[in-house]
């Protein structure tokens, strides 16, 4: 039976719509709103922005009316009698009956604050800010295995999507060579803001998010992300990225000994080039009549073949995690392991003093490392340094390490993450209830 049947179902024999908090009302949370409503027995029930006019306009776009409401005991009345509110603060987000929070924000440590407060509640709570889940998504999913609730990222973003096709080929018992995404836009490592503001203005983009696209930031995030929900490793810093074509994809990311460019199987890696907007995997068998089949059904000449799905709607597809968590009690993409991090490297010559912008800034770029080459450089995620300030001068193209920065100590994604450090010694692992009182302090 369809989700929407589903759906349809479930209103049939509650009495209710499933209510949904929609946490960010910018680019990423109006698209998910305007597909979300498309489906039978679903409510947006609250929106939250820092800007509740924005919030108010985003519930507009999907034709309602939200309600005056503008205090949380207002807000639950009004919730539980069908109305939909439109809200600027967090705090008691934990309070209203919400059946699901999407967090679409893109700022990570206001992601991180949505997901413990959801948690806490016993609220499902599904992230568009892959930038949380790389820097501490393995604590997390902790955490949420202690609540009861689900927590996942979402559905439509390139991780999800390729962790399916490495889930099929896992199923059909191919031996996954590489998984991965192609680039969209051209690589240029040292873009900014200031330089893509024109470009930025022309797409309706904040110039920041465009920059972690061309950056490659964004690359490395979603790639870590794969790695770390599937246990694949990383083919090596940075990646390759090498151009490539879909025809080409099974010969581009074979191993070296067979023309290739990776030196062992099980890796994640992006290509440019018509491959975009597109995810694939690659995948070998040595099984001749398997190959046989394969060829006869014409994937290619084997023994590497190439899965291949053209697209990743984004928002539009977010809704589906939704669906899953309600109906089939899974989250879409945890991280069940943890192979990959993401650190930050410099895109100028910085100064002592000098204040680290985060994501999509003018100061550093994300990179992609196995998570021990990592550790054992003493690397800093690039999803703590927002704020950081740089304790002496450091070159151009540098790997930041925790001995070059101050970073924010009372900022929650800072603190979860020395906890999540902590997670394979014997330190003991705050409860929920122990984080959200460190939160507060």
Request: some cysteine; hydrophobic content about 40%.
């Amino acid at each position: 039976m369809s989700y929407r049947d589903r759906l349809q179902e479930r209103l049939d024999q509650t009495g209710r719509p499933l209510r949904v908090g929609l946490v960010g009302a910018g680019q990423m949370g109006r698209g998910f709103a305007a597909q979300l409503l498309r489906m039978p027995g679903i409510s947006l029930s609250a929106v939250f922005d820092v800007q509740r006019e924005r919030a108010v306009d985003a519930l507009g776009q999907a034709g309602i009316t939200p309600s005056s409401a503008h205090d949380t005991e207002t807000a639950a009345v009004a919730i539980e009698n069908g109305e939909s509110v439109a809200l600027e603060g967090l705090d008691d987000l934990g309070l209203l009956p919400l059946d699901v929070v999407v967090e679409a924000t893109g700022v990570p440590d206001v992601a991180v604050n949505v997901a413990i407060q959801a948690l806490s509640a016993g609220i499902n709570v599904a992230t568009l800010t892959v930038e949380a889940d790389v820097t501490v998504g393995r604590y997390l999913a902790k955490l949420a295995q202690e609540s009861g609730a689900i927590y996942s990222v979402c559905r439509g973003d390139e991780p999800v999507e390729t962790k399916i096709l490495v889930d099929y080929a896992r199923d059909l018992n191919f031996e996954v060579i590489c998984a991965g995404k192609g680039k969209n836009n051209p690589l240029d490592r040292y873009a900014n803001p200031e330089t893509l503001a024109e470009r930025a203005a022309t797409k309706g983009m904040n110039p920041k998010m465009l920059t972690s696209f061309v950056d490659g930031s964004k690359a490395m995030i979603e790639m870590a992300s794969l790695a770390n929900t599937t246990g694949l490793g990383v083919s090596k810093r940075g990646m390759h990225g090498p151009p490539s074509t879909v025809p080409t994809l099974h010969e581009t990311f074979a191993l070296v000994e067979d023309g290739g460019l990776l030196d062992r199987p099980g890796v994640v890696d992006y290509c440019t080039g018509p491959v975009a907007p597109g995810v694939f995997v690659v995948i070998r068998t040595h099984d001749p009549y398997v190959h046989h089949e394969m060829t006869y059904l014409q994937m290619g000449d084997g023994p590497y073949f190439a899965l291949y799905r053209p697209y990743h709607l984004a928002s539009i597809e977010a809704p589906l995690t939704v669906y899953e968590m309600v109906l089939d009690k899974r989250a879409s993409l945890t991280s069940e392991h943890w192979t990959a991090e993401v650190g930050a490297e410099t895109k100028k010559a910085l100064k002592a003093g000098e204040r680290i912008d985060g994501i999509g800034g003018m100061t550093v770029r994300g990179l992609i490392d196995p998570a021990e080459d990592f550790a054992a450089a003493n690397g800093v995620p690039l999803g703590v340094l927002a704020g950081a300030v740089l304790k002496h001068d450091v070159p151009v193209d540098h790997l930041l390490t925790y001995d070059d920065v101050e970073l924010v100590e009372s900022s929650a994604i800072v603190k979860m993450r020395r906890i999540q450090e902590s997670m394979d010694k014997d330190t003991p692992v705050p409860t929920l209830d122990e984080l959200r009182t460190l939160l507060a302090g």
